[in-house]
């Protein structure tokens, strides 16, 4: 029997219900990861830390879940010749330089504004970038619907691509060519984003879909392949400093395995565009999630004058909006599948 | 959900993989304070976590994928999948 004590400034007491938290959590979160190619560390982060677990053990643990598991979903989508692994390797590298600016605005805003600053620009941008992204693709999916469900490049990356600046890089899977120059604002915006939020899909996915051209298929599956990437490349960082709980991250991987290859299974049962469609629904939601918890670095801030009261009640709202898109996230891709399972696929001749 | 043609159903490896997955997570939880501790010392330590998730992901990832199959949820083929449009011919040296 274990007789070692954890250090309790770092690691919780596991109960039933954190374990059971964790793995149904995972398990969604592995679920959306698969189908969208990110998510589910918006969700997991917070609610370890309303387990009690310190910031940084709840950032690290996420992201020593997370690379293995997007490396599972990677290999299933790669088997339905969906991952491009050129296009994954070439937005990791400057997601990775991203990654690294990033963390220095981050700093630069700490050192001016102090962490109630910081934290309020985490949040503003985050609702920023989620409401007019989100809101994009929201609006790009019902016109795909609408046309019948076919996937076209967008007007801007047809035109990038006819520009050619050395070097031109072919992507097979994709079926693109386009210069490397304009792969790496996606990658870079995609590192600042999961450097600010934690979350680089959801600027990497619509950016490999909108600027480069990839069809979300394709973007959504090369994105776990980024996610692994930076998601080790993280861990190591993290690890090194002994951040890692190695217990919360098993469970969560319990539960994750299990959903990534659901969600990865899932795409293989919906039109193209419902990526989108539940891409863009959890990123509104999320935004509205972030909203409602920006009052409380305004009151630290002293520029608005809200109770404890409220600001407690609107945590927990804010948190419950978190699960909330999660859920529905998955319950869309349930549905789907579910509707999809039922139409008769045609005979190959 | 749809199967693909003669499909058989994993079964035995479901289980095979179930035991191995079970039996790690045993022995992961049963040392978990132990465990955590040597792996929250930092510097050359943190080889621990990460050779460790990649075992635990292989065994269970391998019986979730299997589970999943044994229940009759398997991708589905895509009808008469449509060509990715290539990118137009040209002369080069390195594309």
């Given at each position: 029997m274990e007789t070692l004590l954890l250090d309790t400034s770092k690691f919780i007491e596991l109960n039933f219900q954190a374990v059971g938290f964790l793995f149904i959590v995972g398990f969604i979160g592995g679920l959306v990861s698969g189908f969208i190619?990110?998510?589910?560390a918006f969700v997991l982060t917070p609610g370890m830390m309303s387990l009690g677990v310190p910031g940084t053990v709840a950032v690290a643990s996420n992201m020593c879940h997370k690379f293995p598991k997007a490396l599972v979903g990677a290999i299933k989508r790669f088997r339905y010749g969906q991952v491009d692994i050129k296009l994954g390797l070439i937005t990791a590298a400057s997601a990775g330089v991203g990654v690294q600016i990033g963390i220095m605005i981050q700093r630069a805003i700490l050192d001016r504004w102090g962490q109630a600053g910081s934290d309020l620009y985490v949040s503003l941008s985050f609702v920023a970038v989620l409401v007019i992204v989100g809101g994009y693709i929201m609006m790009d999916a019902v016109k795909c619907a609408r046309c019948g469900g076919e996937e076209k490049p967008s007007s801007l990356a047809q035109r990038l691509q006819k520009i050619e600046i050395w070097p031109m890089i072919t992507f097979k899977t994709s079926g693109l060519r386009i210069s490397l120059w304009f792969t790496i604002p996606v990658g870079l915006a995609t590192g600042m984003l999961a450097a600010t939020i934690a979350v680089g899909g959801f600027i990497g996915v619509p950016g490999m879909i909108y600027?480069?051209?990839?069809?979300s298929l394709v973007a959504s599956a090369s994105e776990l392949v980024v996610a692994f990437i930076m998601g080790m490349a993280g861990t190591v960082n993290w690890a090194m400093h002994g951040m890692v709980d190695i217990r919360l991250v098993l469970i969560i991987l319990a539960g994750s395995l299990l959903g990534v290859q659901l969600g990865a299974i899932g795409t293989t049962y919906v039109r193209e565009h419902m990526i989108k469609s539940v891409m863009a629904t959890i990123m509104l939601i999320v935004a509205v999630s972030r909203a409602i918890a920006v009052p409380k670095y305004l009151v630290k801030l002293g520029i608005m004058d809200v109770s404890e009261g409220a600001l407690s009640i609107m945590g927990s709202v804010s948190f419950a909006f978190m699960c909330l898109a999660l859920g529905v996230g998955s319950v869309i891709i349930l549905g789907a599948m579910w509707k999809g399972r039922r139409v008769e696929v045609p005979s190959r001749a | 959900m749809a199967q693909p043609t003669g499909g058989k159903k994993p079964v035995l490896k479901t289980i095979i993989y179930g035991v191995v997955s079970v039996a790690l997570y045993a022995a992961a939880f049963t040392h978990a304070n132990t465990l955590t501790e040597l792996f929250s010392r930092g510097s050359f330590w943190a080889a621990g976590p990460i050779l460790t998730v990649f075992v635990f992901s292989y065994a269970h990832g391998t019986f979730a994928s299997n589970l999943w199959s044994c229940l009759g949820v398997v991708a589905r083929p895509r009808a008469a999948k449509r060509p990715a449009a290539r990118p137009q011919a040209r002369a080069t040296i390195n594309a």
């Amino acid at each position: 029997m274990e007789t070692l004590l954890l250090d309790t400034s770092k690691f919780i007491e596991l109960n039933f219900q954190a374990v059971g938290f964790l793995f149904i959590v995972g398990f969604i979160g592995g679920l959306v990861s698969g189908f969208i190619g990110s998510g589910g560390a918006f969700v997991l982060t917070p609610g370890m830390m309303s387990l009690g677990v310190p910031g940084t053990v709840a950032v690290a643990s996420n992201m020593c879940h997370k690379f293995p598991k997007a490396l599972v979903g990677a290999i299933k989508r790669f088997r339905y010749g969906q991952v491009d692994i050129k296009l994954g390797l070439i937005t990791a590298a400057s997601a990775g330089v991203g990654v690294q600016i990033g963390i220095m605005i981050q700093r630069a805003i700490l050192d001016r504004w102090g962490q109630a600053g910081s934290d309020l620009y985490v949040s503003l941008s985050f609702v920023a970038v989620l409401v007019i992204v989100g809101g994009y693709i929201m609006m790009d999916a019902v016109k795909c619907a609408r046309c019948g469900g076919e996937e076209k490049p967008s007007s801007l990356a047809q035109r990038l691509q006819k520009i050619e600046i050395w070097p031109m890089i072919t992507f097979k899977t994709s079926g693109l060519r386009i210069s490397l120059w304009f792969t790496i604002p996606v990658g870079l915006a995609t590192g600042m984003l999961a450097a600010t939020i934690a979350v680089g899909g959801f600027i990497g996915v619509p950016g490999m879909i909108y600027v480069v051209g990839a069809s979300s298929l394709v973007a959504s599956a090369s994105e776990l392949v980024v996610a692994f990437i930076m998601g080790m490349a993280g861990t190591v960082n993290w690890a090194m400093h002994g951040m890692v709980d190695i217990r919360l991250v098993l469970i969560i991987l319990a539960g994750s395995l299990l959903g990534v290859q659901l969600g990865a299974i899932g795409t293989t049962y919906v039109r193209e565009h419902m990526i989108k469609s539940v891409m863009a629904t959890i990123m509104l939601i999320v935004a509205v999630s972030r909203a409602i918890a920006v009052p409380k670095y305004l009151v630290k801030l002293g520029i608005m004058d809200v109770s404890e009261g409220a600001l407690s009640i609107m945590g927990s709202v804010s948190f419950a909006f978190m699960c909330l898109a999660l859920g529905v996230g998955s319950v869309i891709i349930l549905g789907a599948m579910w509707k999809g399972r039922r139409v008769e696929v045609p005979s190959r001749a | 959900m749809a199967q693909p043609t003669g499909g058989k159903k994993p079964v035995l490896k479901t289980i095979i993989y179930g035991v191995v997955s079970v039996a790690l997570y045993a022995a992961a939880f049963t040392h978990a304070n132990t465990l955590t501790e040597l792996f929250s010392r930092g510097s050359f330590w943190a080889a621990g976590p990460i050779l460790t998730v990649f075992v635990f992901s292989y065994a269970h990832g391998t019986f979730a994928s299997n589970l999943w199959s044994c229940l009759g949820v398997v991708a589905r083929p895509r009808a008469a999948k449509r060509p990715a449009a290539r990118p137009q011919a040209r002369a080069t040296i390195n594309a």
